[in-house]
């Protein structure tokens, strides 16, 4: 069954800091992984999506890398700023399922001046 | 504007009265998705429609019903509230081509008493 965790739970950074934030999926054989950001009491944003024969997307300051053969994924942010503060999900499509995705619990993010 | 519309924003009912929470999307989009999220358990699907009348569960289908009659509907229905399905409920949709971008509606937030 396909598990997906995100590293760390929460983070608390200075504004301009470039950071990743880290996701793991169980079963390498995906058919995609998209990031997500979800703002408080607000729904979920789109960010990125990679396909599984991708190994990067990039859009603005932010890049998202996929390995699928160690279950790794990282979405690095450049020069951070508070704009950035929201909770980061990554989620999964998995090729046998193409119907389901599956999230992790997400990472809190905190950007302070 | 291409979007995701789900209401109520917020609902507080009492156990056992049915209750059905509207979902729409404006972006002919053939998948749609019900969603719940729990704090430190992420997003958990619920049920999903590949077309109208097409419909599967997802994982957490027990206490839910959907139905798909037209293609930018997918209404979730809760025939008898329990306390533990007291929860933010998110819909989502997307396209079923190469790079099916999940976009989601802004939340229900369901308090059941």
């Known amino acids: 069954k396909q598990e997906v965790t995100q590293i760390p739970a929460a983070l608390s950074v200075p504004e301009g800091e470039n950071l990743v934030l880290n996701c793991s999926f169980t079963d390498s054989a995906i058919y995609n992984l998209q990031w997500f950001r979800q703002d408080p009491g607000k729904g979920l944003t789109s960010l990125l999506l990679i396909q599984s024969s991708q190994r990067e997307q990039t859009s603005g300051r932010l890049n998202a890398s996929l390995d699928k053969s160690s279950g790794r994924s990282t979405l690095y942010i450049a020069a951070s700023q508070p704009g950035d503060s929201a909770t980061y999900l990554c989620a999964v499509r998995h090729s046998g399922g193409y119907n389901k995705l599956i999230f992790g619990a997400g990472t809190r993010l905190a950007v302070h001046p | 504007e291409a979007q995701v519309t789900q209401n109520p924003r917020y609902l507080i009912t009492v156990t056992g009265k049915k209750l059905t929470v509207t979902c729409s999307q404006n972006?002919?989009?053939?998948?749609m998705s019900w969603y719940r999220q729990d704090p430190g358990l992420g997003l958990r699907q619920i049920y999903y429609s590949m077309n109208v009348e097409v419909t599967d569960k997802g994982d957490v289908p027990e206490g839910y019903k959907v139905s798909r009659k037209e293609k930018r509907n997918f209404p979730l229905i809760l025939e008898s509230p329990s306390p533990n399905q007291t929860s933010l409920y998110f819909c989502?949709?997307?396209?079923?081509?190469?790079?099916?971008?999940?976009?989601f509606g802004s939340g229900t937030q369901l308090s059941v008493l």
């Open positions: 972006m002919n989009h053939e998948y």
């Open positions: 989502a949709s997307s396209s079923t081509g190469y790079e099916p971008k999940l976009f």
